[in-house]
């Protein structure tokens, strides 16, 4: 049957084999083509996925659903690309990998316009994009300051477990300037689901909040399409005008349900077994995000990347350095001393400054800068108690103002300008001392 008949019309071809989280169908392959939607349906419910290649004599496809319930023989019905509905009705609410409302945690807008979009889609040419827009206030000193995230802004978040990651992605949402928020919960236990939901995030945000999950335990596609239906509600709300706060947590967990979609493919397996196509496919979702067009909004974007056994040059984190724009890292061993967030500033970068801010207020920055790293060569002697004043005048300056500084990095901030008033009196006993060239850009 022709590939370009409609309804009611109906191009099938049956399933010859089955695979954990994918299964193989004939009768088709001249007809399709990848990334084509396919449906498999059984009594009280149908399976979905996606072309994932094709051959003269069978079509391989990624299942989003089990496929503990398919049959050899069924029928697998084959449409053009993977679509969604998308609408308000998502605000409030928790959606699934379907773009089904699992949850609701404030009043429903009511039966609001949906759109059909593709959960593919190119990301917004080059030579129609804005630059970055302003700095965003973000309720903190240290990424109000030292690591600006200015709107259209890339950043990644990298972190080892129990460091205070979901804490700080939660007061991001709660505090920075944003019209809507959409955050993908990719591969979490369900249990942190309901977690982030009714403890991190403060409340007062869930009716400007989408939040799209997929937990542990489902298979990789759903994990995968999960976040492709976040990115799409991003651009939806970006598409209105709105701006546009987009927390993905994780990419790792992402990145490994690719991995595992792509080798029961056929890929090649690389480092620590990841194909070559995931650089693209997280490029690919990554590009989605940052400056829509002049008649749009945008989509600043948070990606999270656990990092096991804080290895901050594993393949994803390593991958995901070069893709966005700037990278905040959180710190082990900052946390068992107790300072929250445990930001480790030497290790981070934003690569909106020097732009972002004035050059006074960079020569602040590296000022801030200088003072740590010399503290942070100290510190083992501090920590013996083998540390002499007189010997280092710069180093004396670094040990005396340390504690102010520090603390500093854990304070929350009413406004960008106040955050650089108060770090410009912290600093001015070491101006004399240690002068500051501007920040160079990263």
């Given at each position: 049957m022709p590939h370009h008949l409609t309804p009611p019309y109906r191009l099938w071809g049956a399933i010859t084999e089955i695979l954990p989280g994918m299964i193989e169908i004939s009768g088709v392959g001249h007809a399709v083509g990848i990334g084509d939607s396919v449906t498999i349906e059984k009594p009280g419910q149908s399976l979905i996925g996606e072309v994932m290649s094709v051959t003269d004599s069978h079509v391989r496809v990624l299942m989003f659903s089990s496929t503990e319930a398919a049959r050899i023989g069924d029928r697998a019905f084959v449409s053009p690309q993977d679509q969604i509905e998308i609408g308000d009705h998502w605000l409030g609410a928790l959606v699934n990998y379907r773009g089904e409302v699992q949850m609701r945690?404030?009043?429903?807008?009511?039966?609001?316009?949906?759109?059909?979009?593709?959960?593919?889609?190119?990301?917004?040419?080059?030579?129609?994009?804005?630059?970055?827009?302003?700095?965003?206030?973000?309720?903190?000193?240290?990424?109000?300051?030292?690591?600006?995230?200015?709107?259209?802004?890339?950043?990644?978040?990298?972190?080892?477990?129990?460091?205070?990651?979901?804490?700080?992605?939660?007061?991001?949402?709660?505090?920075?300037?944003?019209?809507?928020?959409?955050?993908?919960?990719?591969?979490?236990?369900?249990?942190?689901?309901?977690?982030?939901?009714?403890?991190?995030?403060?409340?007062?945000?869930?009716p400007k909040t989408t939040i799209v999950a997929a937990t542990a335990s489902e298979p990789p596609g759903a994990k995968k399409r999960a976040a492709f239906c976040a990115i799409a509600a991003a651009e939806y709300y970006r598409d209105q005008g709105h701006s546009v706060l987009f927390l993905f947590d994780s990419l790792t967990r992402f990145a490994e349900a690719h991995r595992e979609t792509a080798l029961m493919a056929g890929e090649t397996p690389a480092l620590n077994a990841f194909p070559p196509s995931t650089v693209r496919v997280v490029s690919e979702l990554a590009e989605r995000t940052g400056p829509g067009t002049k008649s749009s909004g945008d989509i600043t974007a948070i990606f999270s990347v656990l990092v096991a056994g804080s290895d901050f040059e594993e393949p994803v984190a390593d991958m995901v350095r070069g893709i966005l724009d700037g990278h905040i890292v959180l710190s082990r061993k900052i946390a068992e001393r107790g300072r929250y967030p445990a930001i480790d500033v030497l290790r981070s970068v934003s690569r909106s400054l020097p732009k972002a801010a004035t050059g006074p207020q960079n020569q602040s920055l590296q000022l801030f800068r200088t003072l740590m790293t010399t503290y942070d060569e100290i510190a083992p002697m501090v920590r013996a108690g083998l540390y002499e004043f007189g010997k280092d005048p710069n180093a004396d300056i670094a040990y005396t103002l340390f504690p102010e500084l520090d603390r500093y990095l854990t304070q929350d901030s009413d406004a960008i300008e106040t955050a650089f008033d108060y770090l410009d009196g912290l600093l001015q006993p070491a101006r004399a001392d240690l002068p500051a060239a501007p920040l160079e850009p990263a």
């Open positions: 945690r404030s009043p429903s807008v009511g039966q609001s316009r949906t759109i059909t979009v593709p959960l593919q889609s190119p990301p917004t040419s080059p030579a129609d994009r804005k630059p970055l827009g302003n700095r965003l206030n973000t309720g903190l000193n240290v990424t109000d300051t030292l690591l600006p995230i200015c709107r259209g802004q890339r950043i990644g978040l990298f972190a080892g477990s129990g460091v205070g990651k979901s804490t700080l992605l939660g007061k991001l949402a709660g505090r920075m300037n944003a019209d809507r928020i959409v955050i993908a919960l990719i591969g979490e236990r369900s249990r942190e689901v309901q977690e982030f939901i009714d403890d991190v995030l403060p409340a007062d945000v869930l």
